[in-house]
């Protein structure tokens, strides 16, 4: 299939930059399973912007929401790349209302919340499920556009270049080679302007608030297109993600309480009912992300706790409820009424804040291609990202990504004749023995990452991953090559890809900063105060 604009992922991102890119021309989106299964669909706290006077928090302004942001991000924020997108923040909450998405209101105001890291309310959301309502209205007028192509349950295993395919002429991007997981068959998707628009890596890590989709594709995919890549180190763990060890299915393994909820005034607690994060910081509950996650990190090695709580008892009776109808709701579900008992909750892996390098345009190292949303890194984010800025930047950069693209690369300018594209070779369908393989090395893989390269680190645990890492890597190689692709391993490949990527940046990091704290280098140190970029050419 040939399409003028290939976009990978149905994300906030992705679906931003296809719906106006069809103004443009024809538009194919890629998804390896159900629309819906998106990092965009499960967020809950909401999407932070400064919005026009007489709109806004009073006494709010984008300077406090750009100081907020390099705060946060410890010294690594691009500041004219957070400038930018904040600049053009109420822009793309006018983009997503005129999509259809429904935020609340107070009257005729936007109902505001805050969250960690935040000085002001400026998080406009739906209830508790923000996220879930952007991707509805997306995905419904994605759906209506005629034309955009949704396809789902199609399993991007590799793009396709110039240089992998032996052309001497720079670089450049021209389709992928596509697996529509359903049937098994492998087709070529042809494009020379590519959206990379596939989300995290939470699932690299054993304990995550993502979906089972979250395992790096976009990154894997890119890197393993020459796309330098910057900053992997720096992972986001959620500081309260529901525990609940009786619990079975993915909901209960994955369940985010949001950060919204201490904004609202929920405190964390330990089992003796003292507010512990005090002493890390006198914003308490409500201080960025990786502070307050190793806070809950120190606390449970310090006490042998398997968890501490999320206490929102103090507040009146039915307002979580009212506020955060799907948290209530789940937790009831679970046995838990929140507004008579604490919350159980553990930190989790979250967000990734590097990614492919890219300029504020979304622009990366491989002529047409892009990367747009969590799977690209802007400089936005630096360290450690503010909470609630990840949509706000996933709808800014979308936009931008199409204008810069079609500057380059405008429809009508005559492109080199690429080189024809051969057909996918298929390896032998592995026996269901050999399948156990896949299973145990997805398992240790999450496993080795969680116990060495999670919320604290030591070069010790960086070059056991390192060793057990490079054996996995060849197995998986070696399988990949041997036998017919399924989107298992797929998966496993890109597993194996990211978590590579991850621990060779923590590794070149000898500092802690922000998200990538190291006992043996426990201190901040100007020398290392730049991105860590990685490049395979």
Same mark, same amino acid.
């Given at each position: 299939?040939?399409?003028?604009?290939?976009v990978?992922?149905s994300?906030?991102?992705?679906?931003s930059?296809? &719906?106006?890119?069809?103004?443009?021309g024809s538009?194919?989106?890629?998804?390896?399973g159900?629309?819906?299964e998106?990092?965009?669909?499960?967020a809950?706290? !909401?999407?932070?912007?400064?919005l026009?006077?007489?709109?806004r928090?009073?006494?709010?302004?984008?300077?406090?929401?750009?100081?907020?942001?390099?705060?946060a991000?410890?010294?690594?924020?691009? %500041?004219?790349?957070?400038r930018?997108i904040?600049?053009e923040?109420?822009?793309?909450?006018?983009?997503l209302?005129?999509? +259809?998405v =429904?935020f609340d209101?107070? +009257? #005729?105001?936007?109902?505001?919340?805050?969250? +960690?890291?935040?000085?002001?309310?400026?998080?406009?959301?739906?209830?508790?499920?923000?996220?879930?309502?952007?991707a509805?209205? &997306?995905?419904?007028?994605?759906?209506?556009?005629p034309?955009?192509?949704?396809?789902?349950?199609?399993?991007v295993?590799?793009l396709? @270049?110039?240089?992998?395919?032996?052309?001497?002429?720079n670089?450049?991007v021209?389709?992928?080679?596509?697996?529509?997981?359903?049937?098994g068959?492998?087709?070529?998707?042809?494009?020379?302007?590519?959206?990379?628009?596939?989300? +995290?890596?939470g699932?690299?890590?054993?304990?995550?608030t993502?979906? #089972?989709?979250a395992?790096g594709?976009?990154?894997?995919? !890119?890197?393993?297109?020459g796309? =330098?890549?910057?900053?992997?180190?720096?992972?986001q763990?959620?500081?309260t993600?529901?525990?609940?060890?009786?619990?079975v299915?993915?909901?209960?393994?994955?369940?985010l309480v949001?950060?919204?909820?201490?904004?609202?005034?929920?405190?964390?607690?330990?089992?003796?009912?003292?507010?512990f994060?005090k002493? =890390? #910081?006198?914003?308490?509950?409500?201080?960025?992300r990786?502070?307050?996650?190793?806070?809950?990190?120190?606390?449970?090695?310090?006490?042998?706790a398997?968890?501490?709580y999320?206490d929102?008892?103090?507040?009146?009776?039915?307002?979580?409820? %009212?506020?955060?109808?799907y948290?209530?709701?789940? &937790?009831?579900?679970?046995?838990?009424?929140?507004?008579?008992?604490?919350?159980?909750?553990?930190p989790a892996?979250?967000?990734?804040?590097?990614?492919?390098?890219?300029?504020?345009?979304?622009?990366?190292?491989v002529?047409?291609?892009f990367?747009?949303?969590?799977?690209?890194c802007?400089?936005?984010?630096?360290?450690?990202?503010?909470?609630?800025?990840?949509l706000l930047?996933?709808n800014?950069?979308?936009?931008?990504?199409?204008?810069e693209?079609?500057?380059?690369?405008?429809?009508?300018k005559?492109?080199i004749?690429?080189p024809?594209?051969?057909?996918?070779?298929?390896?032998d369908?592995?026996?269901?023995?050999?399948?156990?393989?896949?299973?145990?090395?997805?398992?240790?893989?999450?496993?080795?990452?969680w116990d060495?390269?999670?919320?604290?680190?030591t070069?010790?645990?960086?070059?056991?991953a390192?060793?057990?890492?490079?054996?996995?890597k060849?197995?998986?190689?070696e399988?990949?090559?041997?036998?017919?692709?399924?989107?298992d391993?797929?998966?496993?490949?890109?597993?194996?890809a990211?978590?590579? &990527?991850?621990? %060779?940046?923590?590794?070149?990091?000898k500092?802690?900063?922000?998200?990538?704290?190291?006992?043996?280098?426990?201190?901040t140190n100007?020398?290392?105060c730049?991105? @860590?970029?990685?490049?395979?050419?």
């Amino acid at each position: 299939m040939t399409a003028d604009f290939l976009v990978i992922g149905s994300g906030i991102a992705g679906l931003s930059f296809a &719906l106006r890119a069809a103004k443009h021309g024809s538009v194919i989106v890629l998804t390896k399973g159900d629309a819906y299964e998106s990092n965009t669909a499960w967020a809950q706290g !909401g999407i932070a912007s400064v919005l026009p006077e007489g709109l806004r928090d009073a006494g709010d302004s984008e300077e406090l929401h750009v100081a907020d942001t390099l705060d946060a991000g410890a010294g690594l924020c691009k %500041e004219s790349a957070v400038r930018t997108i904040i600049e053009e923040g109420a822009a793309a909450i006018d983009d997503l209302v005129n999509y +259809g998405v =429904s935020f609340d209101q107070e +009257g #005729d105001h936007y109902q505001l919340g805050k969250e +960690g890291g935040h000085s002001h309310r400026r998080i406009l959301h739906a209830r508790d499920t923000t996220g879930r309502e952007v991707a509805r209205a &997306l995905i419904e007028t994605a759906r209506k556009t005629p034309n955009i192509t949704l396809l789902e349950h199609h399993f991007v295993i590799d793009l396709i @270049t110039t240089n992998k395919l032996g052309a001497v002429v720079n670089d450049r991007v021209l389709g992928a080679y596509v697996l529509e997981t359903k049937t098994g068959e492998v087709r070529v998707f042809r494009s020379d302007r590519v959206i990379l628009a596939a989300g +995290g890596c939470g699932k690299v890590y054993l304990y995550t608030t993502n979906p #089972d989709s979250a395992t790096g594709d976009g990154v894997a995919l !890119g890197w393993r297109a020459g796309a =330098s890549v910057a900053n992997m180190e720096f992972i986001q763990f959620h500081p309260t993600c529901f525990y609940n060890p009786g619990a079975v299915g993915p909901e209960a393994r994955s369940f985010l309480v949001s950060e919204a909820v201490r904004g609202e005034g929920g405190i964390l607690i330990n089992a003796k009912g003292e507010d512990f994060t005090k002493k =890390s #910081d006198p914003r308490g509950s409500l201080a960025p992300r990786d502070i307050v996650a190793r806070a809950i990190d120190r606390e449970l090695k310090r006490t042998g706790a398997p968890c501490v709580y999320l206490d929102v008892t103090h507040k009146p009776k039915g307002f979580m409820k %009212e506020r955060f109808p799907y948290i209530y709701q789940t &937790l009831l579900k679970f046995g838990l009424d929140c507004e008579t008992q604490p919350i159980p909750v553990v930190p989790a892996a979250h967000y990734q804040c590097g990614g492919i390098l890219t300029d504020v345009n979304g622009k990366t190292t491989v002529r047409g291609l892009f990367a747009v949303g969590e799977v690209g890194c802007t400089g936005l984010h630096g360290a450690n990202r503010l909470a609630s800025n990840s949509l706000l930047e996933g709808n800014v950069v979308a936009r931008r990504a199409l204008e810069e693209m079609m500057r380059l690369y405008p429809p009508d300018k005559a492109a080199i004749e690429p080189p024809a594209i051969p057909e996918w070779e298929h390896g032998d369908t592995a026996e269901p023995d050999e399948l156990v393989v896949i299973y145990h090395n997805w398992d240790e893989i999450r496993r080795l990452m969680w116990d060495y390269v999670s919320i604290v680190r030591t070069d010790n645990r960086l070059r056991r991953a390192t060793a057990r890492l490079r054996n996995l890597k060849r197995e998986v190689r070696e399988f990949y090559w041997g036998h017919r692709v399924n989107a298992d391993i797929l998966e496993l490949r890109n597993l194996v890809a990211v978590a590579n &990527l991850i621990v %060779e940046c923590a590794t070149r990091r000898k500092e802690s900063r922000g998200l990538h704290y190291t006992l043996d280098y426990p201190e901040t140190n100007d020398r290392f105060c730049t991105d @860590t970029v990685l490049r395979k050419f």
